[in-house]
């Protein structure tokens, strides 16, 4: 019985993941995230990753309820001053001495590919984050929809990451019982 539950549980998170899906969804339908490294140095490269989880991590809870990218900007834009210092705390506990900055803006993004879907170029609504000078690669996700991807540039794999808060319920329930 535990076993049917449990894939009844991941077919419904399969089926809510296929429709959070953009399809037919315009650049104004997205709210994207853009972590810029300080420079390409190996070490800022792993700090920006460290920054990644520790930001994606801390909006989760706040951004769980944004029912429209509206809601999603509202609570970004509430809470740029705390994301910097998330990110302050991941570098200064890193031993770099530079800071970063966060800020919400338009920004033109080239066409990203995340398996069957295909985010266009152009400009999108977007949290910036820049740690130190900014000049280095980058890492980007999609905030709203809340459905964040990471492509292979990003982290040297041709994998794609879903987060889904429903499916990290269900796997902290699986550990409890």
């Known amino acids: 019985m535990k076993k049917i539950l449990i894939a009844a549980i991941a077919l419904v998170v399969v089926l ?3 429709i959070a899906i953009p399809s037919g969804k315009s ?8 972590i810029r490294a300080d420079s390409n140095d ?3 490269q792993n700090v920006k990753f460290q920054v990644k989880s520790a930001v994606v991590d801390y909006l989760t809870p706040y951004l769980a309820n ?3 990218k509206q809601e999603a ?3 970004v ?4 001053r705390s994301i910097e210092k998330v990110c302050d705390r991941v570098l200064a506990a890193n031993g770099f001495s ?3 900055h966060a800020k919400l803006c338009q920004e033109e993004f080239p066409d990203r590919n995340y398996g069957d879907v295909t985010l266009k170029a152009g400009v999108y609504d977007a949290l910036i984050i820049e740690l130190g000078s900014g000049s280095g690669n980058n890492w980007w ?4 929809p809340p459905l964040c991807f990471v492509g292979g540039e990003s982290n040297g794999t041709n994998s794609i990451i879903y987060k889904s808060k429903l499916l990290e319920i269900i796997n902290n329930w699986k550990a409890s019982h």
Do not use: E, P, W
């Not at 996700?141 to 709203?144: A, F, I, Q, S």
């Open 77 to 80: 834009k509430g809470h740029l």
């Open 42 to 44: 190996q070490a800022d």
């Open 141 to 144: 996700c999609v905030v709203y």
């Open 73 to 75: 900007m509202s609570v």
């Open 27 to 34: 650049n104004a339908d997205f709210l994207r995230m853009h």
């Open 98 to 100: 530079y800071t970063s």
């Open 16 to 18: 809510a993941v296929i």
């Open 66 to 68: 944004a029912q429209t």
